[in-house]
């Protein structure tokens, strides 16, 4: 067996009945449970602390796995929890906006307020802001104001938010349609992400955290320079460790296909902060993986425990 170890990127767990959100698309947590129960019978699954060892002191990896889990959502405290009965450690990979100016992240907003209302109803929202408030980008959303394909709406909208729109104003709006959208249908922050008690309590669970940028950002969208990368790249490595009281050597790019991803070189160039990378790049990691290029299979609703498998399988 060749050394080396699958992970795997998970982002929303729902509930198996009376899920209040039904169109918030996610891995039920029953099925999370037998992804666990059954895989762990397969694979050495191993921890971040290995892995890292696994690169930089020799330590060897075979048939190894690891569970990972993006944007620091909410329904991810249950996971830890199924985790750690299963006496396994898992890595958290946190959007330190959620924390720090307690907002959520870029596309979650976007996840949600669809969810919540629609794409219809989203998209005539979304075109009163833009008019009222935002008219200078009024071309930039012209496309899909007039759009009758559903999906390739949502694919025109969220490549607006990430990568077309300079990064402040898309905050900016988004921002908006969370209070807007979101915010009078009760739902809090803590709703929608992990709280700080929450993060310190999947450390002491026995996980690890990474950081997921501070807002959720592709890096490899207009308007990114040396002071955007600061505040998105390296400040929320320095916060997570003071808030958290922990050591983090660890990130996931957002969105994580290669065009959103600076290379190594490029990221030890902008930031020596850290020595792991994950990327959403389907992939057996070997010892020949770059560390800061990672490879991920990320889960979908529809993965069963045995297709999970096969396709883990298939990689190497």
């Not at 029953?30 to 892995?51: A, C, M, P, Q, W």
């Not at 969370?178 to 996980?207: A, C, S, V, W, Y």
């Not at 916060?239 to 070189?265: H, R």
């Amino acid at each position: 067996m060749k050394p080396g170890f699958h992970s795997l990127c998970y982002h929303y767990l729902r509930k198996d009945s009376n899920d209040p959100i039904p169109r918030l698309l996610g891995t039920k947590l029953g099925d999370f449970n037998k992804h666990v129960s059954f895989l762990k019978k397969r694979y050495d699954v191993t921890s971040l602390t290995e892995i890292f060892s696994f690169y930089y002191n020799s330590f060897i990896i075979k048939n190894g796995l690891i569970f990972t889990f993006d944007d620091g959502l909410s329904d991810q405290y249950e996971a830890a929890k199924i985790l750690k009965e299963n006496e396994i450690s898992g890595i958290f990979f946190i959007p330190t906006c959620i924390i720090k100016d307690e907002m959520p992240a870029n596309p979650i907003i976007i996840h949600y307020a669809i969810a919540l209302h629609g794409l219809r109803y989203f998209i005539r929202m979304l075109k009163i802001l833009i008019e009222e408030t935002y008219p200078n980008y009024e071309q930039n959303f012209k496309r899909i104001f007039s759009m009758n394909d559903v999906n390739d709406s949502i694919v025109q909208i969220k490549k607006i938010f990430h990568y077309e729109l300079d990064p402040l104003s898309s905050r900016e709006i988004l921002i908006e349609i969370f209070k807007r959208m979101i915010q009078p249908e009760g739902l809090r922050i803590n709703d929608l992400h992990l709280t700080r008690n929450q993060i310190k309590n999947i450390l002491k669970m026995g996980h690890f955290v990474g950081t997921h940028s501070f807002s959720h950002i592709s890096f490899g969208r207009k308007g990114i320079d040396s002071k955007y990368i600061k505040k998105e790249l390296i400040s929320p490595k320095d916060d997570l460790e003071k808030i958290c009281n922990t050591k983090v050597i660890s990130m996931s790019y957002p969105f994580g296909e290669p065009e959103d991803c600076l290379d190594a070189k490029e990221l030890f160039k902008k930031t020596n902060s850290y020595k792991l990378a994950f990327t959403i790049q389907n992939r057996f990691n070997s010892i020949e993986t770059s560390p800061l290029e990672i490879g991920r299979y990320m889960v979908n609703s529809s993965d069963n425990a045995d297709n999970l498998y096969k396709k883990l399988d298939s990689r190497i």
